[in-house]
């Protein structure tokens, strides 16, 4: 295998904010920047390296910030452009660095852009979007919307529909139109002269729209499917080396794509080739996890060993040596992974906790630490469509329960399970009222168990699941086999145990995850002479491994 090229954004860990529910520092309720300024030494003291904060441009907040209505201002419930600039000098300050979330696919309804193009057909924004007529006085084709419903709108005003793949607040952007390609170019290049460190590409793979055919329609399903007219289209993979040559080229960046797919679609984002992006995130091993219905993420599926270890073992095999991986199970998307692929019960909620971070950090390929998931924070197990924020939710809830199609008890258990709003509770900062998160009301309800789980505690706790963060983080930086080395698969048949080895040089990582609760027989590491990096024991037992046991030894030959 040849050797793979060195970079800084292959050797860093990176944490992800969710400014609504970071820090607020105003008392309002709500997250905000210099609730971020606020807490940089914590981030410091973890030992991350660089942080990706969900957007925090103008927005009605349909979305929560990703229905943009100016790419160039600060939302005014997060702060001003100051404290903007506050804050990035407060990162730079610490050695660390800021990425930005790009989200281009779409803008919000609200964008000035978009007040224009809907006035007329003749408006010189017009083309900004993606107008069409309607068919048999219906919808242009059969599209149905990532959040539920139709992907078309329908404008009485001038009797066309527009193209929304998320929220009708979510219009998406005409790529095809050169003057929309070139306005995004010159905002991520003012964001670039501003000092910023990279970019999260939103739904990046989305901005290519080939055609606008129908799509297939799946058993169940009330709507076809647009991924073949605009998933990682040729023309997408076009206008990202557009983008390359226009603004990426031009600086030092990270650059990551959610761009969801297989492995033959991240061969081709995140090459070694350097064309495109530098990593990108794909979704088989969580909203890929499932029953194969209609509802698609809403199930009671779980996350079974053989199933989250055959996804991470195939995305490992197939890019390794051709395109850089990103490591994570948790964002603003998914439930807490503790929950989700862990145990969040207190008797082994840390331990487990410990486990999957002992994963996300010696795989191959950047690391990504959700706002959180350093503490162990947990689903907060919602059991009412009221307590929910979040418009998937409700989108979800009207579609499927409200029109008698699924029992609202089954659906509140898939919303508890696998919910965003699970990732979008405030985070848990000590023991005052509302975590120290906020001396308002919170947005969302804080988790009940902030008293046992909770960044002030667990800095004083040289066991928490905060210093086993840092202890892994640290090894990063000081061991390249973990960044470096190559990955073979090790037990792949095993039901209990996730093994895998990593090789550089004359060095040999070995790494053993218990995945069950169960103490379960595994020899794999008795016979290891070498170095134990890291452990959630304080003592093994030969022959077996203990309830979520993680093991990370380091041989040399
Ligand atoms: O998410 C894209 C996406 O995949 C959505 O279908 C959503 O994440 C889904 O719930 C995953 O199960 C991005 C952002 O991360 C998300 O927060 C936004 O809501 C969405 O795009 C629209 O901008
Ligand atoms: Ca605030």
């Known amino acids: ?107 919000s309804s609200e964008h000035p852009w978009f007040i224009e193009s809907r006035k007329g057909k003749d408006s010189p924004y017009r083309d900004y979007y993606i107008w069409r007529d309607g068919k048999e006085d219906g919808p242009p084709n ?172 195939r995305w490992q095999m197939a890019l390794q040596g051709k395109a850089w991986n990103t490591v994570y199970l948790g964002n603003h998307d998914q439930p807490r992974q503790v929950s989700r692929y862990g145990n969040d019960s207190e008797l082994f909620r840390a331990l487990s906790a410990k486990m999957l971070a002992t994963l996300i950090h010696t795989l191959r390929g950047t ?17 009412d469509i009221s307590q929910y924020q979040d418009v998937e939710n409700h989108n979800a809830w009207r579609q499927w329960v409200e029109t008698g199609r699924v029992d609202a008890q089954d659906m509140l258990r898939y919303f508890a399970r696998i919910s965003r709003d699970n990732a979008r509770t405030p985070m848990q900062w000590n023991t005052e009222k509302n975590a120290g998160f906020t001396t308002g009301t919170p947005w969302l309800p804080v988790n009940r168990n902030y008293l046992l789980i909770n960044a002030e505690d667990e800095r004083k706790d040289p066991n928490s699941v905060f210093h086993y963060y840092r202890k892994l983080i640290a090894l990063r930086h000081t061991h390249d086999v973990i960044v470096y080395g190559t990955f073979s698969p090790l037990l792949e048949d095993s039901d209990t145990v996730y093994a895998y080895e990593r090789k550089l040089g004359n060095q040999t990582l070995t790494v053993a995850l218990n995945w069950t609760e169960k103490k379960v027989p595994c020899t794999l590491m008795d016979g290891l002479e070498g170095q134990e990096l890291i452990s959630n024991y304080p003592t093994h037992q030969p022959g077996f491994l203990q309830p979520y046991e993680a093991r990370v030894i380091l041989t040399e030959s």
């Open 1 to 107: 295998m040849e050797e793979m090229k060195r970079a800084w954004w292959k050797e860093c860990v990176v944490y992800q904010i969710y400014p609504r529910s970071f820090a607020d520092s105003n008392g309002d309720g709500l997250g905000d920047l210099n609730g971020i300024t606020a807490h940089l030494d914590y981030l410091k003291e973890l030992g991350v390296d660089v942080i990706w904060v969900s957007p925090f441009y103008a927005s009605p907040n349909y979305d929560n910030g990703y229905d943009i209505s100016d790419y160039r201002a600060i939302m005014k419930e997060f702060g001003t452009m100051e404290d903007f600039d506050r804050m990035l000098a407060g990162i730079h300050a610490r050695g660390m660095k800021l990425v930005i979330d790009l989200v281009v696919n779409h803008s």
């Open 142 to 313: 059969n599209w149905g919307s990532c959040f539920s419903g139709s992907a078309w709108e329908k404008d009485e005003e001038s009797g066309q529909y527009y193209l929304h793949l998320f929220t009708p607040q979510q219009p998406d952007l005409n790529w095809a139109n050169p003057a929309v390609r070139q306005a995004v170019y010159d905002m991520m290049t003012w964001w670039c002269e501003k000092g910023i460190d990279g970019f999260r590409m939103d739904v990046i793979g989305m901005i290519g729209k080939e055609n606008f055919n129908d799509g297939p329609v799946a058993p169940g399903a009330l709507y076809g499917d647009f991924a073949p007219s605009c998933q990682h289209t040729a023309t997408t993979h076009r206008y990202l080396r557009e983008m390359r040559e226009k603004v990426l080229d031009h600086y030092d960046l990270l650059t990551v794509g959610e761009t969801s797919g297989t492995t033959d679609n991240a061969l081709v984002y995140a090459g070694e080739d350097g064309k495109e992006l530098n990593m990108v995130f794909g979704f088989e091993h969580n909203d890929g996890l499932n029953d194969g219905t209609e509802l698609g993420k809403w199930s009671d599926h779980g996350a079974p060993l053989r199933e989250v270890r055959s996804v991470l073992n």
């Open 367 to 383: 690391p990504y630490v959700y706002q959180g998931e350093e503490l162990g924070m947990t689903n907060i197990y919602f059991t």
